[in-house]
């Protein structure tokens, strides 16, 4: 008996309950359905690209091929000779390659990619295969074929396809136990990147969508798995209360993007006013914003909390003999490269044999007709006299043949027709055979050359099919964007401060501020403890509170005034420190850790201020001095672990504010990254300048635009910005630029007078555009004039734009440069000029604490420079007195 059968025995218990083993058949059929997931349906193959029901497509388009369209269902019917499948699935991956518009040449509605509209019915739709395919896709010279599923026809193994198709449309399928996920590449990329490979260089690739978008490909890992792909849509503002969004991340729709951007202002992470969806050819979604909200923290909300921004997990994984194989872009690329070497060789073996097999029957027939040796068949009776007399005759004629002539070769002479006999010309002969010597010597030049010829192959790709293909994912950098400063603060936070309780459902108690319900809260009591908690309905911290503010990671600006007394009886301390960072809900001690300490001052100052204070002592014996005045900007800035500075061990009496300061920290310096167009304090990038809390930025576009933000890191730049640079509000900009309603170059001065209002300091005039502009003091410039006939050349000229024309409104026309026609303007070294110098303010230290989730805590009191921005803490800079 067998094992399967076995399995199969049926068992009865003490109960008449019948029990089935089936252990055995399970273990076999499932491991045998996983493998004919894995390699008969759901992964490529690396030698063609193509997934069966792919290959089965494409053969069946063949075989239909006319040069006219077909009927798609047309065309899956035929493929279902090959696929042992249903005509939906057939279909869906038919159109899936459509959609890619590399293989399939369409006609009808077959769907969008932007939209996520599917294609029309299979019947109303049609397809023929395209130049390209054609072109690379198949040889049934060099193609192994196999018998199809039910023996009656033949299907191909593997395509013949000569060109990297699987890296440049992509694949994905999930099979049992392993999933594969390829992204597409663009297509001139791949043949530059095959063309390197044959020469001998490196290469690298990164994908390229049909989507468009940006993409951040740091961590693509090659396309192997752990890699990883952050992609965003394009976002730029149209006005001042709308964006525009017009390119979308891979794997997105306009449908899935919408609905996200509506869920996350329903949860209340965005506030947005309406959507319109324009999106035909080319994607248009103009988010509307509520007044009074920022365009650029809304741009980052939207790349934090929707589909705005998506993380691909690319994973190389296909079949290579009959297994699954994991493996990167580049080793694919190299093999597909080196596959078409192969392919292109057996090609040309193939025309090799072919042409000398013409070369040599061109030759007997030449000597058959030339010699007259068909005059030797009149007296044959018999077929092998016939056969025999040809021979013979042929034979003092033959030396210079390349084989030996067969039996064959003189069947072939004797099929000659007597027409063709009569009408032979010796010289066309000879120019045939003649012509396909060169042929032949061609052929063995490309085999002796294949790398050339390779690399010619491709390039001839590159001419014939590359127009219109070039890439059109942007590549960049992305930063993070931290979602707690660009999240919308719908929630209001309420605290009991006598009770010890903070949370958004405390409507009754006292307001604190906005926030949002992902934001953490820093909490002060007057015993000298501090916690860190998320922000939720009603926690409870300890009574006493006396500071809560939503708490910002890695601030190092904000800096906490505070004078203690330790423990019941103990001396009174000094402090000063920042929290950049604690681990949540756990409660610190600012005090000296003994029992019954009180807090006697405490202030939260969001730039650093440092205030002056009054201490006032309680008359007790001998003690002179009652009174006195400290300045906390003599007191250092250290860990919030430091015990401070004595004041006096005498008892207190009350503290009082004398006066309120000014920050002590230094300037920001503030620098641009331009890889990743964003702001930053961390040194990376060009410097623009040091900045105060009321300094503002310069920003001139190409578009005529002048206008002064504050130098938010959050900030979006322009794609057309062309000054950057810190605004110094009695510094003159100097501006030349054509008039195009009265066809002339004009010459204007001005300084910006409105802070934060966009200007446009050009006519609005279609034809009006800006030549050279300056910042500079004193800046000069050269013209250079056009030739006119008959004239000698007028040399250039230089002009000194400060004498030329004084400082005036940003809206005046400006002086009209020169009635000369001119050819260009260039901007020339500046005249030298002594700025007044900026008087910066002391550097102060700051300790730079890290993060932690964890019990763990960092509570090193070395100092670093202070940095970071200010922090937006709604009830800072209050002092409170116990």
């Known amino acids: 008996m067998s094992d399967e059968t076995n399995d199969l025995i049926n068992e009865q218990d003490e109960n008449n309950e019948t029990i089935t083993r089936v252990t055995g058949m399970y273990k076999d059929w499932f491991l045998d359905y996983a493998s004919y997931v894995i390699l008969e349906r759901a992964v490529p193959a690396i030698e063609d690209g193509f997934k069966p029901v792919q290959r089965r497509i494409m053969h069946s388009m063949k075989d239909l091929d006319d040069g006219r369209y077909n009927k798609v269902a047309n065309i899956v019917g035929h493929t279902m000779q090959y696929h042992p499948h249903g005509d939906a699935s057939i279909a869906d991956a038919m159109v899936q390659i459509g959609q890619k518009d590399l293989l399939i040449d369409t006609q009808g509605n077959w769907g969008n990619i932007l939209t996520g509209d599917r294609a029309a019915a299979s019947r109303y739709i049609e397809a023929r295969l395209s130049k390209f395919a054609l072109d690379v896709v198949y040889n049934p010279k060099i193609t192994e074929w196999q018998a199809s599923y039910d023996g009656r026809r033949k299907e191909p193994v593997n395509l013949p396809v000569m060109f990297p198709l699987l890296l ?231 030396k210079h043949l390349k084989r030996k002539v067969t039996e064959d070769d003189i069947v072939r002479l004797t099929e000659i027709r007597i027409k063709r006999i009569s009408k032979f010309d010796i010289d066309k002969a000879q120019q045939k055979i003649e012509a396909l010597e060169d042929q032949i010597a061609e052929v063995k030049h490309h085999l002796a050359n294949l790398i050339d010829y390779a690399i010619a192959y491709f390039e001839r790709l590159k001419k014939d099919y590359g127009e219109g293909r070039e890439r059109k994912t942007e590549i960049r950098t992305f930063e993070d964007v931290d979602a707690t400063k660009v999240v919308i603060r719908n929630t209001k936070l309420y605290v009991n401060r006598e009770e010890g309780f903070i949370g958004t459902s405390l409507r009754r108690d006292e307001y604190v501020c906005d926030c949002s319900d992902i934001d953490d809260v820093i909490v002060f009591t007057n015993t000298g403890k501090m916690m860190v908690t998320k922000v939720d309905s009603k926690t409870f911290i300890g009574k006493g509170i006396i500071h809560v503010a939503v708490f910002k990671k890695k601030d190092k ?20 420190f920042a929290v950049t960072s604690v681990t949540r809900d756990r409660e610190y001690d600012l005090t000296n850790g003994n029992k019954s300490s009180k807090t006697w001052y405490f202030s939260a100052n969001p730039n650093g201020e440092a205030e ?95 206008k002064t933000i504050l130098p938010e890191m959050s900030t979006h730049f322009d794609s057309d910005m062309i000054v950057l640079e810190k605004w110094i509000p009695k510094k003159p900009i100097s501006v030349i630029y054509y008039n195009g309603e009265k066809e002339l170059y004009y010459v204007k001065r001005f300084l910006i007078e409105n802070e934060g209002k966009e200007e446009s300091f050009i006519s609005d005039h279609p034809n009006s555009q800006l030549e050279i502009v300056s910042t500079d003091w004193k800046p000069m410039a050269e013209i250079e004039f056009k030739k006119e006939r008959g004239k000698d050349r007028k040399d250039n000229d230089e002009i000194n734009l400060e004498e030329f024309i004084a400082v005036k409104g940003i ?59 200010n922090p937006n803490v709604d009830n800072s800079g209050q002092a409170s007195l116990f």
């Open 612 to 706: 002056v204070i009054t201490v006032h002592l309680r008359q007790a014996g001998s003690i002179k001095k009652l009174k006195w005045d400290i300045d906390f900007a003599e007191i250092l800035i250290k860990g919030r672990a430091s015990k401070g500075n004595l004041v006096t061990k005498y008892s207190v009496k009350k503290i009082e504010l004398k006066e309120k300061g000014v920050s002590t920290l230094k300037p920001r310096k503030i620098w641009f990254d331009d890889t990743v167009q964003r702001l930053n304090v961390d040194g990376r990038g060009e410097l623009i300048g040091e900045f105060r809390g009321e300094d503002r930025l310069l920003i001139i576009t190409q578009s005529g635009i002048a």
């Open 168 to 398: 440049a449309q992509g694949g994905e399928g999930i099979a049992v136990g392993l999933s594969t996920k390829i992204l597409p590449h663009n297509f001139i990329e791949l043949i530059d990147a095959s063309v390197k490979h044959l020469q001998g260089k490196r290469f690298k690739l990164v994908p390229d969508f049909p989507t468009a978008g940006i993409a951040d490909f740091t961590n693509y890992n090659d396309g192997l798995r752990g890699g990883k792909v952050r992609v965003r849509a394009k976002i730029s503002q149209l006005d001042k209360n709308t964006l525009v969004i017009t390119e979308i991340p891979f794997g997105a729709n306009t449908s899935s993007l919408i609905d996200s951007i509506l869920k996350a202002n329903d949860k209340g992470k965005i506030k947005i006013k309406k959507i319109e969806d324009n999106t035909a050819a080319d994607v248009e979604i103009l988010v509307h914003l509520p007044s009074g909200i920022s365009p650029d923290k809304t741009i980052d909300a939207l790349y934090a909390f929707t589909n705005c921004e998506t993380s691909i997990s690319p994973l190389g994984c296909v079949i290579e003999d009959n297994k699954p194989f994991f493996v990167g872009v580049s080793e694919m690329l190299r093999r597909s490269t080196d596959n078409t070497v192969q392919l292109l060789k057996s090609e040309l073996e193939i025309k090799l044999g072919e042409f000398e097999e013409q070369w040599h029957f061109a030759s007997l027939e030449r000597i058959f007709i030339e010699k007259r040796i068909y005059r030797d068949i009149e007296d044959q009776e018999t077929w092998e006299g016939v056969i025999k007399a040809i021979d013979d005759g042929l034979k003092p004629h033959i």
């Open 557 to 576: 600006r904000t800096i906490y005034n505070m004078i203690y007394r330790d423990g019941s009886k103990g001396p009174t301390y000094i402090k000063r």
């Open 811 to 869: 809206s005046a026309l400006g002086n009209q440069l020169t009635k000369e026609k001119i050819n260009q303007v260039n901007l020339l070294e500046p005249l030298p000029y002594e700025a007044p110098e900026e008087v910066n303010a002391v550097d102060i230290e700051v300790v730079d604490e890290t993060i932690e989730s964890s019990e763990a805590e960092n509570n090193s009191e070395h100092t670093t420079p202070t940095t970071d921005d």
